[in-house]
């Protein structure tokens, strides 16, 4: 089956803007994450979306928001870019069950702020 | 939430050398997860362990969780250039939540 599918690969912003990332998990995952990826600070949670209700978040600014529609596929939307915001955006899909839950991970979106 | 510390943060080894990588919480872990990047690509779930002082086994990886589950290793037995990578441990985000928060990984480098 297909596997976790971001879209776009990669993108330039400028400073003050703002981007939108999409996920479409994999078939039949009802729960989406989100993370951000830097050298400097590793794999950071961003939030999670189950069934459509973000389920968890983490430590991040409200310029940091997403959604998930009823197919499961999923947004992550940054306002007023910052230079830091430049970063690999990670998503990954899971079934949203405690035990024997596998979760993978799409290929990523590199954002880059100028 | 849970936060996993983990060591080294980069090993040079020669390939057929064996690699460890350690992972340490200050608290107890319900579960923990290791994952590989590989150079330029996306994290990929190996394995969850759950139980106290459990090992498995996948073919060179061998995986433990300790007795108090605050701590986990990863050794891989006689390395191969294949095993260049990122290996990542991760605990849960809350008590017994499924998801993974990461510790900051440990870069294998392999010289032929």
């Known amino acids: 089956k297909a596997g976790v599918t971001q879209t776009p690969r990669y993108l330039i912003k400028t400073r003050g803007q703002q981007v939108t990332l999409s996920c479409s998990p994999i078939?039949?995952?009802?729960?989406v994450s989100w993370y951000q990826q830097t050298p400097g600070q590793g794999l950071q949670f961003l939030f999670e979306y189950f069934s459509e209700t973000q389920r968890n978040k983490g430590n991040f600014p409200g310029r940091f928001s997403g959604r998930q529609f009823s197919n499961s596929r999923s947004e992550m939307n940054v306002s007023t870019l910052e230079l830091g915001d430049s970063a690999l955006y990670l998503c990954?899909?899971?079934?949203?069950?405690?035990?024997?839950?596998?979760?993978?991970f799409g290929e990523g979106s590199w954002l880059t702020v100028v | 939430g849970q936060q996993v510390m983990q060591i080294p943060q980069y090993q040079h080894v020669q390939e057929g050398e064996d690699f460890t990588t350690y992972c340490n919480s200050s608290t107890t872990l319900s579960n923990i997860q290791w994952y590989k990047q590989r150079p330029g690509g996306h994290p990929v779930f190996l394995i969850q362990?759950?139980?106290?002082?459990e090992v498995k086994k996948q073919k060179r990886l061998t995986f433990q969780f300790g007795e108090a589950k605050k701590n986990s290793s990863l050794h891989i037995t006689a390395t191969q250039t294949t095993d260049v990578g990122t290996y990542f441990c991760?605990?849960?985000?809350?008590?017994?939540?499924?998801?993974?928060?990461f510790g900051r990984g440990t870069s294998l480098i392999v010289h032929p």
């Open positions: 362990l759950v139980k106290s002082g």
């Open positions: 078939s039949g995952h009802r729960s």
């Open positions: 991760a605990g849960p985000l809350t008590g017994g939540s499924y998801i993974p928060t």
């Open positions: 990954a899909s899971s079934l949203g069950r405690a035990s024997g839950n596998t979760i993978y």
